[in-house]
């Protein structure tokens, strides 16, 4: 069965890359360990070459002369050594599957810890294509089931390719004639396998994204975070129903690759020992004619057997090494991508050692910038500058670019167009913006560690300093609810772990912000940082704010207006621009969107107080 033109191929070339690039891994991962398992292989192959010529010995000796013959004490101490080399092996095959545990274990760790660091090293604006997320997916898949195999083949193969140059030495020795057609008739066997295999590949990347879209539905069923709402709206089965579909596509797509293989393979393999069959009947009539003695051609037919499997078994081998390099392609093509993305940043970021303290002023100039993917602009022609010291705010409706424009100035996405100015120095670099800046997202993360590592994590180039972590939780209005819990700072966030607490949304939203300050760098960027408090407690932080971050320069990206009034400067977008700025006095007075929005949200609490028993009676009746 050919395989289809776009299925997947790598050249001679590239596989010769990726196996080195697999040695280099299991090398890197434990030399000493590998060096005894090869040694070890090397051994059992030489062990199976000399039990070939003993047997050959042993036999020929023994159908000439006869067993009591005057050959008799030579022959038993051939026999012992066949014995004891027998036994030497099998020892060596224990020793050489045990070392073999360990490195595989060793290389599997060193291989996955490749991956996440990789992976870590990505940067965000690739995690928006589905393309980087299939390769990601593939990458992991090669990183958890393949080095183990590649290991364990390599080995195999590389004692495969000594005992089967044994046998074939044995077989140049006894019958070299027999050796062209014992190569011969694995050679369709070797090939159906490799369409199989090119195949099988093939479909594996196919599969990428329908694996993701499964382990995403599996995630939703297993996972805490996602049981309240699953179980709420009664979900549970009609995902399942769907991960359901999509397993059974896959399955559909593995019955009709290995329908069509099968009968290839099976072809392959009588062909094969049809040749064997047709050889041993030729050898029957050569000892009849008396053109072949008998030793020679009970040698010759148990080397013919044991090459054939030989060779197919190594066919075997270098066929699933082939296969695993196919997939170690995709975790080396993974692996460089993101090299090359830091490789890229490698300098600048040397350079940024200069104290974040330092900062001055950050400007956006005529930026624009499209999300990958996105068929619309989400930014057109932004321009704007915070300054040292200045608390800024940004307002707009539900998808004006708001937080777009946060993540470009806090170094996580290039602009596409204009350029960023910091310090007045143009384009800084990406890492440099993200050392100035400490941001708290509005779907910031609720990390499932203790609570004072949560807390350390806004600052990982120091060691973790208890006193700044308490203080920084102290600045946020954490450190009453912290200090409660069963193991205050040291109770892990999570409640799948043993001893785990969890907190409520403010809480964790108060614990981001101790992370923001715990960061201590001189730009917050806060993005509806007070959306989950309660009244009280929006109210406190928001008149708080400015005190808290008084040494800071602070964006503010907030809904409420009650938070950004008081704000040196008021930027108003809409529809991806800046389309008014000023102070609140100045923007109230232009009566354009700021006021407008700012009115529609203060007119309710203007209601409440004006008509007082009317609103009540309204909502009451409403009830
Ligand atoms: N990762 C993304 N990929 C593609 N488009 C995106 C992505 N994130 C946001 N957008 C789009 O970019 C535009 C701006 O989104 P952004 O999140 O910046 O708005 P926002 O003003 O912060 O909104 P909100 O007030 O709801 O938080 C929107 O049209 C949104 O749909």
Redesign the pocket.
Known sequence: MATSPDEPRIGAREQGACLAFAVRLVWRADRRRLIEVIAAQLASAVGVLALILLVRSVFGTVTSTGPGAGGGRGTLVAVVLVVAIGSLSGVLRLFSSSRNRILAAKADRHVISTVLASASRAELARF?DPVFHDTVQRAVFASRSQPTMVVAMLIAASQALLTTIAVGTAFLVMAWWLLPVALLSTLPVLRAARAERDAGYGLHRRLAEDRRVRQYIEQLLTGRDGAKEVRALDLGRILHAKWDVEYQREIDDTVSWQRGYLRTRILARLGADTLILAVIGCVWWLIGSGTLSLATAVAAVTGLFLMTSRVQALGALFNGIGEALFYLMDLRTFAAGTERATDSEATPRQAAASPAGEFTALSAESIGFT????A?P??HDVTLTVRRGEFIALV????????????ILGGLYPPDSGRLVLDGTPTPDPARLRETCAPVF?DFLRYKFTAGESIAFGRTDLPADTGAIVAAAERAGAHAFLKRLPHRYDTVLGKEFSDGCDLSLGQWQRLALARAFYRDAPFLIL??PTASLDPQAEAHLSDRLRALCADRTVLL?S?RFAAVRGADRIYV?AD?RVVEQGRHEELMAEDGTYARLYRLQALPYHDDTAVGTDTSHRRLSRR
């Not at 999300?371 to 996105?374: E, K, L, Q």
């Not at 707009?396 to 993540?407: F, P, Q, V």
């Open positions: 928006e999300y990958p993917g996105a619309r989400a930014l707009g409706e539900n998808g004006s670019g708001k937080t777009t424009l946060a993540k509005q993005d509806e990206i809904h977008m991806g």
